[in-house]
C-alpha cells in the first residue's frame, strides 16, 4: 500500500519501521525533519507539509502529542484536509471522545474522507513486536484496508464503535494502567522499607494474582531507573486529566483516579513531568528522585 504517515515521536518513529519492513510505500511528515532522516535512510519519502504527505495514497496515519497537534497537522493551512484524493485517516494519537467526533464530522462535510479513532496500547516494545493493541471507532468500511496496513504493528485491532468509540476505549486502558502503576509504586515503595530484595519482586509475584503486564515491567524500572524511557509521566497525566473531564460530563464516579491524578499532577510540580512514568516511585522513595 501506498500510505502517508505525520508524527514521527517515541511510538510513531517505529510504527513507520514497521510500515516500511512489511513492504509498504511511506510518505512522512514531521514538525522536526531530522527526526525523519533514519527513516529516509530506510527508504521513507520526505514531505514539506501534511497535505503533502496525505495526497494520492491509499490512506493516511497519525501519531501526534495533543489536541492543538492534532487540529494544526489536519485543518491547519497545509494540513491533510487539503491534500489530493484524500480517503481514510486513522489517528493513533490519544484526544478526547467528543473532540474527535467533531473532528471526524468536520473532515467528512470537507473532503468525504472518514477519520477512524484508533489509539493504542503496548508501548514501544508492542510496535516493535507487532503486537499492538488498536482500539478503533468510526465507520467500519474503511478498516479492512486500514487494518492491511496497521497489521504491521497490531495484532489486535477491535472495532469499537461509532467515532470517538476507540478514544474512550482508551481512556478505560489508561485509567487501569495509571492506576496500576500507582499501586505498584506504592507496593515497591513498602517493599524498600521492609528490607524486601527488590529485585526478586516481581519474580515473586509473577503467576500469582498481583502479576500484570505492569508489574513485570515497572518494578524493575523503579527499582533501577533506566533508557530509553517508555512514555514521559506528563503524557499520563494528560490521558487521566481527560478521564477525568469525561467521567464528569457522564456522570461516572471514579474516586480512585481521582487520587493518582493528584500524585501524577504532584510528581510533575516536582519536576518529574518529563521522566517516564515510573518515575511515580518518587513520591512513596523520595532518594529516587536522583536517578531520574
Given at each position: 500500500?501506498?500510505?502517508?504517515?505525520?508524527?514521527?515521536?517515541?511510538?510513531?518513529?517505529?510504527?513507520?519501521?514497521?510500515?516500511?519492513?512489511?513492504?509498504?510505500?511511506?510518505?512522512v511528515?514531521?514538525?522536526?525533519?531530522?527526526?525523519?532522516?533514519?527513516?529516509?535512510?530506510?527508504?521513507?519519502?520526505?514531505?514539506?507539509?501534511?497535505?503533502?504527505?496525505?495526497?494520492?495514497v491509499?490512506?493516511?496515519f497519525?501519531?501526534?502529542?495533543n489536541?492543538?497537534?492534532?487540529?494544526?497537522?489536519?485543518?491547519?493551512?497545509?494540513?491533510?484536509?487539503?491534500?489530493?484524493?484524500?480517503?481514510?485517516?486513522?489517528?493513533?494519537?490519544?484526544v478526547?471522545?467528543?473532540?474527535?467526533?467533531?473532528?471526524?464530522q468536520?473532515?467528512?462535510?470537507?473532503?468525504?474522507?472518514?477519520?477512524?479513532?484508533?489509539?493504542?496500547?503496548?508501548?514501544?516494545?508492542?510496535?516493535?513486536?507487532?503486537?499492538?493493541?488498536?482500539?478503533?471507532?468510526?465507520?467500519a468500511?474503511?478498516?479492512?484496508?486500514?487494518s492491511?496496513?496497521?497489521?504491521?504493528?497490531?495484532?489486535?485491532?477491535?472495532?469499537?464503535?461509532?467515532?470517538?468509540?476507540?478514544?474512550?476505549?482508551?481512556?478505560?486502558?489508561?485509567?487501569?494502567?495509571?492506576s496500576?502503576?500507582?499501586a505498584?509504586?506504592?507496593?515497591?515503595?513498602?517493599?524498600?522499607?521492609?528490607?524486601?530484595?527488590?529485585?526478586?519482586?516481581?519474580?515473586?509475584?509473577?503467576?500469582?494474582?498481583?502479576?500484570?503486564?505492569?508489574?513485570?515491567v515497572?518494578?524493575?524500572?523503579?527499582?533501577?531507573?533506566?533508557?530509553?524511557?517508555i512514555?514521559?509521566?506528563?503524557?499520563?497525566?494528560?490521558?487521566?486529566?481527560?478521564?477525568?473531564?469525561?467521567?464528569?460530563?457522564?456522570?461516572?464516579?471514579?474516586p480512585?483516579?481521582?487520587?493518582?491524578?493528584?500524585?501524577?499532577?504532584?510528581?510533575?510540580?516536582?519536576?518529574?513531568?518529563?521522566?517516564?512514568l515510573?518515575?511515580?516511585?518518587?513520591?512513596?522513595?523520595?532518594?529516587?528522585?536522583?536517578?531520574?
Amino acid at each position: 500500500m501506498k500510505l502517508a504517515f505525520c508524527g514521527l515521536g517515541l511510538m510513531g518513529e517505529p510504527m513507520v519501521k514497521r510500515l516500511l519492513a512489511a513492504g509498504h510505500t511511506v510518505k512522512v511528515w514531521n514538525r522536526t525533519p531530522a527526526k525523519a532522516q533514519a527513516l529516509i535512510a530506510l527508504g521513507a519519502q520526505w514531505c514539506d507539509t501534511p497535505a503533502q504527505a496525505a495526497s494520492d495514497v491509499d490512506g493516511v496515519f497519525m501519531c501526534l502529542l495533543n489536541t492543538s497537534a492534532v487540529e494544526q497537522v489536519v485543518f491547519g493551512p497545509a494540513g491533510i484536509l487539503h491534500a489530493r484524493h484524500l480517503r481514510w485517516l486513522v489517528d493513533h494519537s490519544s484526544v478526547p471522545p467528543e473532540q474527535t467526533r467533531a473532528w471526524s464530522q468536520r473532515l467528512l462535510a470537507a473532503s468525504q474522507a472518514d477519520w477512524l479513532d484508533a489509539p493504542v496500547s503496548g508501548g514501544v516494545a508492542g510496535v516493535q513486536a507487532g503486537s499492538l493493541a488498536v482500539m478503533v471507532g468510526g465507520p467500519a468500511s474503511p478498516l479492512e484496508s486500514a487494518s492491511q496496513a496497521m497489521s504491521a504493528y497490531a495484532s489486535n485491532i477491535t472495532h469499537m464503535g461509532d467515532s470517538g468509540a476507540g478514544q474512550a476505549t482508551k481512556l478505560c486502558n489508561q485509567t487501569i494502567v495509571a492506576s496500576t502503576v500507582a499501586a505498584i509504586a506504592e507496593a515497591v515503595g513498602l517493599a524498600h522499607r521492609n528490607g524486601i530484595d527488590l529485585k526478586q519482586l516481581a519474580k515473586a509475584l509473577q503467576g500469582g494474582w498481583a502479576d500484570s503486564k505492569p508489574l513485570q515491567v515497572f518494578v524493575p524500572r523503579m527499582v533501577t531507573p533506566c533508557q530509553p524511557s517508555i512514555g514521559a509521566l506528563s503524557t499520563m497525566l494528560k490521558d487521566v486529566d481527560t478521564v477525568m473531564q469525561v467521567a464528569q460530563s457522564s456522570g461516572a464516579p471514579m474516586p480512585v483516579m481521582a487520587t493518582v491524578q493528584q500524585q501524577l499532577r504532584a510528581a510533575q510540580a516536582a519536576g518529574l513531568g518529563e521522566a517516564e512514568l515510573s518515575a511515580l516511585i518518587c513520591l512513596v522513595w523520595p532518594e529516587q528522585r536522583s536517578a531520574f
